[in-house]
């Protein structure tokens, strides 16, 4: 039987990690988490992640970042908000989440063919392209870049979907979508004309 | 009443029976509705995961457009956009370093946002603005005998509970039981359905959805009414699988629009009722008659 | 630099301090350029002025050199002012021809170099020097104090400081708006840790208030109106209509049992609405005092509280020869001047209703803890069966703590008394029902005597401890043991998973807040509040059960959240306050107040600024008057009066300028 130890030591914290998610607007009140785990209570995902919202506050406070970062969690919140709405310390939990979806984003840190980091990258690039989402093209290129079996398990609703006539492969794109490009250039503080 | 109407893509996409449902309704009560301009993408849970400042700019795209209008009130039926709409406006407020930030992207498209825009949700703009007794006016054929569960979702009550109470909605049960329906007690209402999870986690999912299903079946609905396109998708478009994880809890979902069309006598093909995986066959078996009062 | 007159002497010491000036002030270098002053018969420096050798020292210069001005250079005068006045005092001068100069904490203790801070030192002892030649002979004035004490509220603090009052001798007036005295503990079962009967250790002392020759009890009553100052206030108290003569009423209750209404219909406040009361009714058995009241909103008697007088009313038949019915009964207002005020005017529960996700309201079977305090209760609406409101007895049941405190959304604060009395509940439905419990915490808070030991014994008893906010209480399952149930859906936060526990009922521990009209009162009373809303202390360590007005003090949870045990100590606390006013029988009156020049031309600008209250408008005269025993010295009129009119004692136009110049000086 294989046995590893799962004591932590100071060197797999890192340091400041906590601080700078804490120093993001809308996530100060981490600090004052009295782990209650109301948050776990109420959400409705709790039970399908590795960790705790709880513990996940606990986690990034305490500065694990990799566990944090590397946790399902993250990517199990549906954003429904219960959790913030009901902890007592008014903590955002859910735009605490949003912030290590982020930084996991940004770090490339998530199993490989994960579907939600990539559909959420995605969306962000086809929102960045066309200035709207065709929905039926945002799936379907998912589901060839994570799993052809969960895309074929699925073949009844996509029959429900031709049948039912939502089934539109016609890229949705504003007049002016150059301008998304130009809005997000200026977020970066980048000048001139994009690509 | 004129509002700058916001459909987001699902709108325009696989929850276009909601649109579809919404216009003529809304035409039936003399609310004009002018589709926002070259409108973008909301950004919805999405991109917030990847850029919340860069997300907040997509979404205050259209909030400075809606003023460049004229229109300066927004109606936003899809719930993800009316939450996320809303919460550009309280980022705008609220913080100062990503209100500059803000600026400086609209600018360099040559826009400008004020922050005053109200964001509404048609149910908002139904029950405040338009007024139940108005829309009793236009029931023709009560929807009597219907079991409804009012399904309100996350997005609309949490975090920002601004028209409704946030643990205890009531606007559309009343809307609902305007239109003649009987509401059945759903203490499910606000419960998450798991969004995007059905197709990208399916085992938490759809175990989500069942328990929405199996709790309206439960109390004896005939149908849930909702006010999401993501909500209706997930509660409409997985019945298969729900049946094959756990039993057949057959309950149709409609937007509760279509519900108001129908109870408007306004005809089928008018309110997108085919576009659902799951038909919802029930139809108000009377039309009162012409010089019958209305009720009351 | 000023000229002194010529009859001015002036003593000087600078004090050492230990350490403390001297490390940072060259205190001998003072002294020494003090010497050379104008006026300044001696200086010296020493190194403990406060103790007595110096205390004596300052006594035998005055005789020798025959000083008529005392200024001592050392710490703050919060500390110690009062020391040398005495002193001074004791040496033959006036106390008020001393002044204190502070050199340690605004000085020696906020420098760091010693050239710069004994320049300071020098320029403050000069200012100092200059100020007290102009200083005048004052008099402590004394005001006398009422003997008597009026305590406002008579659960168990206002009980228990009446009690101790009365046993001293010393007449007490004892308020209570509700019909009965006992306040909250009267509806307790039983009290924690040692689980004696509430009632049982609580009538005892409330039958010695009734009986007591010295305590004037008027029970079903308000105070109204205060005014007046430490040692007299002046106090109208509003007497409900009971319609009920309390003197004639022997409490026989004949008059409940003929009630025209056969059955109890109407909400019974004391039992939580758990219960029914009839229009007549007494609250609870062991009310003091026993009389009935008739409650004019339910009555057929009345309609709408007032009067009709069409009921067969025989209640009066019932009555009989004891007369004690008075249906005309009117609310009376009755003034009495004490000299003390002990405000115990206690708490309220949190209106679990707040938090929606628990259910309260919605759901039968959620109750609050002081419900199921009657509930468990032998006299209380089921005779102490736990039966829910929908007829079910329990099979299992979830303690949810915390609920309206440690919440940032309702109130922020540790109600204190939750955790222990969860456990006390735990352990009675268990007696009482033998069902599962579970109690739901965040932190188990046992600091008192045997709290800790009472927690061990709940753990032994097979209760289930499950460290957790609960997340919401619902009504829907998921599983067929779910059916039917309250589930109550939490993260196990030791074991590391969420749970969903099926219960038959769910307690609330609501959390204890100010009464709802704490506002109210606290203006009635001239008292602050703290943010919360609790009265506020004078200090939160030093000074308890003080308030910043002299003469009122407080006592239980009106100023927090406090158990049984503090709450009677602090009401003991109180007491002994109020005693040390009553027996030294006057208070002293520092003389700082200010006064009104016949110059005023009576524009009452004055008026509404002083904070105090000390101002009124002589009509006869056309001029503003002071009232010496309210006036604090503030000094806020002196500085308005247009027209100057407006002096104040120690602080006179000539002391204050004489200060800044010496101050100025160099």
């Known amino acids: 039987m294989k046995m590893r130890p799962t004591i932590k030591y100071e060197a797999d914290r890192v340091r400041g990690f906590g601080r700078e998610i804490m120093s993001v607007p809308g996530c100060e009140q981490l600090e004052s988490c009295i782990q209650c785990g109301t948050c776990s209570g109420v959400c409705p995902l709790s039970i399908y992640m590795d960790h705790t919202p709880r513990q996940v506050m606990a986690l990034t406070r305490a500065d694990f970042k990799n566990e944090v970062l590397r946790s399902r969690t993250i990517w199990l919140c549906a954003s429904c908000y219960a959790c913030t709405v009901e902890c007592p310390q008014e903590i955002r939990i859910t735009d605490i989440m949003y912030e290590l979806k982020q930084r996991a984003i940004h770090e490339g840190i998530y199993p490989k063919r994960f579907p939600i980091p990539i559909l959420a990258h995605d969306f962000s690039e086809m929102v960045k392209k066309n200035g709207r989402i065709t929905e039926m093209l945002l799936v379907i290129k998912l589901f060839m870049k994570t799993s052809w079996l969960a895309a074929l398990g699925n073949w009844r609703l996509g029959i429900d979907l031709i049948r039912t006539g939502r089934f539109s492969l016609v890229t949705e794109r504003i007049r002016h979508h150059g301008d998304i490009a130009r809005m997000m250039d200026a977020v970066d503080g980048k000048k001139g004309p994009s690509a | ?296 | 630099m000023v000229s002194i007159k010529q009859d001015i002497r002036i003593g000087f010491y600078i004090c050492h301090c230990g350490h403390n000036i001297a490390s940072m002030v060259d205190c001998p270098e003072v002294a020494r350029y003090v010497e050379k002053l104008p006026g300044v018969t001696l200086s010296r420096d020493y190194k403990y002025m406060c103790s007595d050798p110096g205390q004596e020292l300052i006594q035998k210069d005055i005789k020798e050199f025959d000083l008529n001005r005392v200024v001592v250079a050392s710490c703050s005068p919060l500390l110690h002012e009062h020391t040398f006045r005495n002193a001074v005092a004791a040496g033959g001068l006036n106390p008020f021809f001393f002044h204190m100069v502070n050199i340690r904490e605004h000085d020696s203790w906020v420098h760091t170099d010693r050239k710069e801070a004994t320049a300071k030192a020098k320029a403050l002892a000069r200012a100092a020097i200059q100020r007290v030649a102009h200083h005048k002979a004052l008099e402590v004035k004394r005001v006398p104090v009422h003997p008597d004490v009026l305590v406002v509220g008579g659960g168990i603090a206002g009980i228990h400081a009446a009690l101790t009052l009365a046993n001293a001798g010393k007449k007490v007036y004892l308020v209570e708006r509700q019909p009965s005295i006992g306040g909250h503990m009267a509806k307790f079962d039983k009290t924690f840790p040692t689980l004696d009967c509430a009632a049982c250790i609580l009538t005892p002392k409330m039958s010695d208030v009734g009986a007591h020759k010295n305590i004037t009890l008027w029970s079903y009553s308000e105070v109204v109106k205060m005014d007046g100052y430490v040692g007299n206030y002046t106090v109208t108290i509003k007497r409900k209509p009971r319609f009920i003569n309390e003197d004639l009423c022997t409490g026989c209750q004949e008059c409940i049992a003929n009630c025209i209404y056969k059955e109890p219909k109407f909400t019974d406040e004391f039992n939580e609405g758990l219960g029914k009361r009839k229009p007549v009714y007494i609250p609870f058995p062991q009310a003091t005092p026993q009389v009935v009241l008739i409650d004019p909103n339910v009555c057929l008697n009345f309609k709408r509280g007032v009067l009709t007088d069409k009921c067969k009313k025989t209640c009066v038949e019932a009555c009989g020869d004891r007369k004690a019915i008075d249906f005309k009964q009117k609310e009376e207002f009755v003034e009495i001047k004490v000299g003390s005020i002990i405000v115990a005017t206690g708490f309220q529960t949190f209106d679990a209703k707040r938090v929606p996700p628990y259910g309260y309201g919605t759901y039968p079977n959620v109750y609050t803890a002081l419900e199921v305090e009657r509930l468990v209760n032998a006299s209380g609406p089921t005779a102490g069966e736990v039966i829910l409101r929908d007829g079910r007895q329990p099979k299992a049941i979830g303690i949810i703590h915390c609920v309206g405190s440690r919440d940032k959304k309702t109130n922020r604060w540790c109600s204190r008394v939750c955790c222990m009395y969860s456990l006390k509940l735990a352990h009675l439905l268990k007696e009482h029902t033998e069902a599962e419990i579970y109690n739901f915490y965040i932190d188990i808070r046992a600091p008192g005597k045997g709290y800790e030991e009472f927690y061990d014994k709940l753990n032994s008893e097979g209760v289930h401890f499950v460290r957790g906010r609960v997340g919401e209480v619902t009504d829907w399952g998921m599983t067929p043991e779910e059916e039917g149930k309250l589930v109550i859906r939490v993260e196990d936060t030791l074991a590391g998973f969420v749970r969903r526990i099926p219960v038959d009922m769910v307690v609330l521990a609501t959390g204890l807040e100010p009464q709802a009209d704490a506002q109210d009162v606290r203006r009635l009373f001239n008292m602050s509040c703290g943010t919360e809303g609790f009265f506020l202390e004078r200090h939160p360590k030093l000074a308890p059960v003080n308030t910043f007005t002299d003469g009122i003090f407080i006592a239980g949870c009106c100023q927090g959240p406090r158990d049984i045990p503090d709450t009677v100590a602090q009401a003991g606390a109180a007491a002994a306050e109020a005693m040390v006013l009553i027996d030294r029988g006057h208070v002293e009156q520092e003389p700082n107040t200010a006064y009104i020049l016949p110059d005023c031309c009576g524009c009452k600008s004055c008026l509404p600024l002083c904070p105090y209250t000390a101002i009124t408008f002589d009509d006869a005269t056309r001029k503003a008057v002071i009232n010496e025993a309210l006036c604090k010295g503030c000094g806020t009129c002196v500085g308005s009066c247009p027209s100057g009119s407006i002096v104040q004692n120690l602080f006179e136009d000539e002391e204050v300028f004489s200060e800044i110049e010496g101050m100025l000086a160099d």
């Open chain 2, 1 to 296: 009443m004129k509002y700058s109407y916001f459909p987001g893509c699902s709108l325009k996409g696989l929850g276009r029976a909601y649109e579809e449902s919404l216009l003529p309704v809304m035409k039936h009560l003399g609310v004009e509705l002018q589709e926002l301009d070259d409108w973008n993408c909301c950004g919805a849970t999405a991109y917030m995961a990847v850029d919340e400042v860069k997300a907040c700019v997509l979404a205050a795209r259209n909030l400075a457009l809606a003023e460049k209008s004229g229109l300066n009130q927004v109606m936003a039926p899809c719930a993800a956009c009316y939450l996320v709409l809303n919460k550009a406006k309280h980022y705008f407020h609220d913080y100062p370093a990503i209100k500059a930030t803000m600026d400086r992207a609209l600018d360099a498209v040559g826009l400008h946002y004020s922050g005053d825009t109200p964001v509404r949700h048609p149910l908002d703009i139904l029950l405040n603005d338009v007024g139940l007794e108005a829309i009793k006016q236009k029931v023709e054929k009560p929807l009597t005998g219907l079991k409804v569960a009012t399904y309100y979702g996350c997005q609309i009550v949490r975090p920002y509970a601004t028209f409704d109470d946030q643990y205890n909605p009531t606007t559309m049960d009343r809307l609902m039981e305007a239109l003649g329906a009987t509401v059945v007690r759903y203490p499910l209402k606000t419960k998450c359905c798991g969004g995007s999870l059905t197709g990208t986690l399916p085992e938490a999912g759809i175990r989500l959805v069942y328990i929405l299903l199996n709790e309206a079946q439960k109390r004896g609905a005939d149908c849930i009414a909702t006010v999401c396109p993501l909500c209706q998708f997930n509660l409409d478009g997985y019945h298969a699988q729900v049946k094959a994880q756990y039993g057949d809890v057959l309950v149709p979902t409609v937007y509760f629009t279509q519900l108001m069309g129908l109870a408007f006598g306004l005809p089928d093909k008018q309110l997108g009722l085919n576009r659902a995986a799951v038909p919802f066959k029930w139809r108000p078996t009377e039309a009162l008659p012409a010089t019958a009062p209305v009720p009351a």
